[in-house]
């Protein structure tokens, strides 16, 4: 396995990588583009799901009696993560309110 803060860069690019897509999903349905708002969408949870398989690696490893190392860059990691997952959701609500209103 790579080492810790390999694994905690790679969790904070891809989180970044999702929050954007998630981003650009919300301005593309703000601009009445809700076929294009949908592929950000998937784009930003296909991201968020390659973060995540890092994370569960981790925490399998965890569970099996494997400790991980703790060290500040994989907490900045985890909150990347954290973070980008709810601007995910928050988009997918924000994108449904501009569809409706429209």
């Given amino acids: 396995m790579k080492n810790i803060t390999e694994i905690a860069f790679q969790i904070i690019l891809y989180a970044g990588n999702g ?10 349905a ?19 799901n390659k973060a995540h ?8 490893g ?5 400790s991980t190392e703790i060290n500040i860059i994989l907490i900045h990691s985890q909150d990347h993560l954290m973070n980008a ?4 959701d928050l988009a ?5 309110l501009y569809h409706h209103n429209n």
Avoid: C
């Fill in 85 to 88: 997952m709810t601007v995910r």
């Fill in 19 to 28: 929050r954007s897509s998630a981003m650009e999903a919300i301005q593309e």
């Fill in 62 to 66: 965890e569970a099996n009696g494997k």
């Fill in 53 to 60: 398989e890092f994370q569960t690696n981790l925490l399998q």
């Fill in 92 to 96: 997918t609500e924000i994108i449904e």
């Fill in 30 to 48: 703000k601009e009445g583009n809700f076929e294009e708002a949908e592929s950000k969408l998937i784009e930003a949870g296909e991201e968020l």
